[in-house]
């Protein structure tokens, strides 16, 4: 191959070479991936079920995510209403709350890029007041850099026993192109399927290794 054709490969994948730098950076959160997959196995074998609820960004994934799991790690969608339409309102929440099937020993994953709208922080905070078992996904340095569209002033990371990164940027958009504005490609979705299956390897596995040792 010449060094031209080698250079245009190059540039034709600057999406791929971007990914390929973000997933060492997931990497780094192996550890917490593991305490993930521990908790959410515990709760399983205590009678629990593993309960899932996303912004409407993430929504997609949430669902995919839940469609995947098997049947030895029992879980819950937690419908978005409306599409995610009114989680931007300060009451939202609690329409959520009120659909809710819950058992004791039920942990929740929460999904959201910026954790600042109304409705997931409200849900968190009943999930907390109810002393669930609560891990989130969400881009860890955005959030901490944005304000709260809740009174509260809180973020969803603030609510959370364990915190996974996806590494989200504001809007999503990673690369740039001359002559267009805004930036395009987002990651945040890949990197919170990457992060979330790797969870979901580390649950089954553990509640397997379980079932042979009883």
């Known amino acids: 191959m010449s060094s031209i054709a080698r250079r245009e490969r190059k540039m034709s994948l600057c999406y791929f070479d971007y990914y390929y730098q973000l997933e060492e950076k997931l990497r780094i959160?192996?550890?917490l991936m593991v305490q993930a997959g521990t908790w959410i196995a515990k709760q399983i074998n205590q009678g629990g079920r593993l309960q899932i609820y996303a912004s409407r960004t993430l929504s997609g994934v949430a669902f995919e995510f839940w469609?995947?799991?098997?049947?030895?790690?029992?879980s819950i969608l937690i419908e978005n209403p409306a599409g995610g339409v009114y989680e931007t309102l300060e009451g939202a929440g609690q329409a959520i709350i009120d659909e809710l099937s819950v058992k004791p020993e039920d942990i929740f994953l929460l999904?959201?890029?910026?954790?600042?709208?109304p409705a997931i922080i409200e849900l968190a905070q009943w999930i907390k007041e109810n002393g669930h078992p609560l891990i989130i996904v969400t881009g860890f340095d955005l959030s901490r850099s944005i304000k709260s569209q809740h009174s509260s002033g809180l973020r969803l990371f603030e609510f959370a026993d364990l915190v996974l990164d996806n590494h989200a940027n504001l809007h999503d958009a990673v690369l740039t192109l001359p002559n267009l504005d805004p930036a395009i490609c987002g990651t945040a979705s890949l990197a919170t399927i990457f992060l979330l299956q790797q969870v979901l390897y580390f649950t089954a596995k553990q509640l397997v290794q379980e079932t042979r040792g009883k």
């Open 29 to 31: 959160e192996e550890p």
């Open 67 to 74: 469609d995947q799991t098997p049947d030895l790690v029992p």
């Open 111 to 117: 999904l959201s890029n910026e954790g600042r709208n």
